[in-house]
């Protein structure tokens, strides 16, 4: 199929069994990170479930890596730009064999690979992260490079809504377009909560989907939780020639289990060990580690 056929030629949504196993991996991801949280008494667990489906999508085939080709030149590259999500990144790379579960009991603890923030050297991992609005300027690099006669890959950055504050990002955002990066894809995790209170409280986005196409960028907005809508719609990229591409992703922070949903606290909190049990009945997972 051409990457530029017009939607009504796009492939069909995806079949019962995958949207199955699609669903019960989001929940085993879910799972991981609320027990790595609750054992490092860490933060960030609403931003990482937010992400959960987009990373479980993208993982599920949509980029072109594995754990056996993570050196590969031509390897698609993948940037958590909202690096403060990491846990959902790597809970998202043991489920798909790049970490074996052992690396997650010892996350954020004191001389253990994986970081509080996104950390480079780890299977999977292209560029360590945290100070937000970095991610996409390094996406822009990466995509010109991977223009090249020899490098065929493409780049996807996963960025946060809060992060779109930064001023960098919207240089970065005039920049892809003028260089024509249709190997560039961001997805824009929309849970409309930063740090201390919602967005339009902070600095307003709206009208959010119209600034970007405005700088150049083919624009759509999903369902963030919608596997079906998320894999359809990253099935597609670019969804124009000569475009880079723009997916906001509308999604609820603490996604997944009911007390966190939409709840601002849940930024920072780490859960005790009540909650970690509630949250895993919730999610019907039974955790050992």
Same mark, same amino acid.
């Given at each position: &199929? #051409?990457? +530029?056929?017009?939607?009504?030629?796009?492939k069909p949504?995806?079949?019962? %069994?995958t949207h199955?196993?699609?669903?019960? $991996?989001?929940?085993?991801? $879910?799972?991981h990170?609320?027990?790595m949280?609750h054992?490092a008494?860490?933060? *960030?667990?609403?931003s990482?479930?937010?992400t959960?489906d987009?990373?479980n999508?993208?993982?599920? @085939?949509?980029?072109?890596?594995?754990p056996?080709? /993570? +050196?590969? #030149?031509q390897?698609d590259?993948f940037i958590?730009?909202?690096? *403060?999500?990491?846990a959902a990144v790597y809970a998202?790379?043991c489920?798909?064999?790049?970490? %074996?579960?052992?690396?997650l009991? $010892?996350y954020?603890?004191?001389?253990?690979p994986l @970081?509080g +923030? !996104?950390t480079?050297?780890?299977?999977?991992?292209?560029v360590?992260?945290?100070s937000? @609005?970095h991610?996409?300027?390094?996406?822009c690099g990466m995509?010109?490079? @991977?223009r090249?006669?020899?490098?065929?890959y493409?780049v996807?950055v996963l &960025?946060?809504?809060?992060?779109? %504050?930064?001023g960098?990002?919207?240089?970065?955002?005039?920049?892809?377009p003028?260089?024509?990066?249709e190997n560039?894809? /961001?997805?824009?995790?929309y849970n409309?909560?930063?740090?201390?209170?919602?967005?339009e409280n902070?600095?307003?986005?709206? =009208?959010?989907?119209?600034?970007?196409?405005?700088f150049?960028w083919a624009?759509?907005?999903?369902?963030? +939780?919608?596997?079906?809508d !998320?894999?359809?719609?990253l099935?597609n990229? =670019?969804f124009e020639?000569g475009k880079?591409?723009?997916i906001?992703? *509308?999604?609820?922070?603490?996604?997944?289990?009911?007390? &966190?949903?939409?709840?601002?606290?849940?930024?920072y909190?780490?859960?005790?060990k009540?909650q970690?049990?509630?949250?895993l009945k919730?999610?019907?997972i039974e955790?050992?580690?």
């Amino acid at each position: &199929m #051409s990457k +530029h056929e017009p939607p009504s030629q796009q492939k069909p949504n995806i079949d019962l %069994d995958t949207h199955i196993f699609l669903l019960k $991996r989001s929940r085993k991801i $879910r799972a991981h990170i609320v027990h790595m949280l609750h054992k490092a008494n860490a933060s *960030h667990i609403g931003s990482c479930f937010s992400t959960v489906d987009i990373l479980n999508v993208l993982y599920s @085939g949509i980029i072109r890596v594995t754990p056996n080709s /993570i +050196h590969s #030149s031509q390897r698609d590259r993948f940037i958590m730009s909202k690096g *403060h999500a990491a846990a959902a990144v790597y809970a998202t790379l043991c489920e798909t064999g790049f970490l %074996d579960i052992n690396w997650l009991v $010892r996350y954020c603890q004191n001389e253990a690979p994986l @970081g509080g +923030h !996104i950390t480079a050297n780890v299977p999977g991992v292209e560029v360590s992260t945290g100070s937000l @609005g970095h991610g996409l300027s390094i996406g822009c690099g990466m995509a010109i490079d @991977g223009r090249s006669e020899y490098r065929q890959y493409r780049v996807f950055v996963l &960025m946060s809504d809060g992060e779109c %504050d930064e001023g960098s990002v919207w240089e970065a955002a005039l920049f892809a377009p003028y260089h024509n990066l249709e190997n560039l894809t /961001i997805i824009i995790d929309y849970n409309k909560i930063q740090s201390f209170d919602r967005v339009e409280n902070v600095l307003e986005l709206e =009208p959010f989907a119209d600034k970007w196409k405005s700088f150049g960028w083919a624009v759509r907005e999903i369902d963030g +939780h919608n596997l079906q809508d !998320i894999k359809k719609t990253l099935e597609n990229v =670019p969804f124009e020639k000569g475009k880079p591409s723009c997916i906001i992703a *509308h999604t609820t922070k603490g996604k997944g289990v009911s007390f &966190m949903e939409n709840k601002v606290e849940w930024h920072y909190k780490s859960p005790t060990k009540e909650q970690l049990e509630m949250s895993l009945k919730e999610l019907g997972i039974e955790y050992e580690n």
